[in-house]
Antibody
Framework: QVQLVESGGGVVRPGRSLRLSCAAS????????VHWVRQAPGKGLEWVAV????????YYADSVKGRFTVSRDNSKNTLYLQMNSLRVEDMAVYFC??????????WGQGTLVTVSS | SYVLTQPPSVSVAPGLTASITCGGN??????VHWYQQKPGQAPVAVVY???KRPSGIPERFSGSNSGNTATLTVSRVEAGDEADYYC???????????FGTGTKLTVL
């Protein structure tokens, strides 16, 4: 079955960097766009970034553009999110989610990023 | 940027019908998707493309979209439907994916 597993979360000081990973299984990874979506503690959902299935296009929310970079390694069935210059407001659970068409049909369980001094 | 507005909370007794609205400028021209999220869990799509249901979602969940308002309707509400619900659209002018503010559905 379709499975997405995030990893790489943890505690980091403001201004530092962190890289998240999303390992996919149960489907042909390079046929799908996969997104990052986050949720700050007690808050709503916020779309973060997406990389196209072929890795040629990437798009970002204004709140992370210029600081975060999404990438994928289709040979490893893995999506990444490189997060630089982290801010307190980046603290959230980060989910990866698959989009086969117009909506997200499968989500990981998320990885928590805590930004604190 | 495109904004989607939802009521913070909706309460309904078991067996009755709950309606959750999602307001946005000319949202009727966009495809709206709805996600259910229970505490500590990842979101799950319950309606996509305005009114379609993913496999495994009960027929009690339905959606509509017209003008400036999209609506998720949950019929014959059950205790297990208690969750946060988010509407979502794709804003083609910015290539951004936008979520609504979220609605907490409480089953009395």
């Amino acid at each position: 079955q379709v499975q997405l597993v995030e990893s790489g979360g943890g505690v980091v000081r403001p201004g530092r960097s962190l890289r998240l990973s999303c390992a996919a299984s149960g489907f042909i990874f390079n046929n799908y766009a996969v997104h990052w979506v986050r949720q700050a503690p007690g808050k709503g959902l916020e779309w973060v970034a997406v990389m196209s299935s072929d890795g040629h296009k990437e798009y970002y929310a204004d709140s992370v553009k210029g600081r975060f970079t999404v990438s994928r390694d289709n040979s490893k069935n893995t999506l990444y999110l490189q997060m630089n210059s982290l801010r307190v407001e980046d603290m959230a659970v980060y989910f990866c989610a698959r989009m086969p068409g117009t909506y997200w049909d499968s989500w990981g369980q998320g990885t928590l990023v805590t930004v604190s001094s | 940027s495109y904004v989607l507005t939802q009521p913070p909370s909706v309460s309904v007794a078991p067996g009755l019908t709950a309606s959750i609205t999602c307001g946005g400028n000319n949202i009727g021209s966009k495809s709206v998707h709805w996600y259910q999220q229970k505490p500590g869990q990842a979101p799950v799509a319950v309606v996509y493309d305005d009114h379609k249901r993913p496999s495994g979602i009960p027929e009690r969940f339905s959606g509509s979209n017209s003008g400036n308002t999209a609506t998720l309707t949950v019929s014959r509400v059950e205790a297990g439907d208690e969750a946060d619900y988010y509407c979502q659209v794709w804003d083609g002018s910015t290539y951004h994916y936008v979520f609504g503010t979220g609605t907490k559905l409480t089953v009395l």
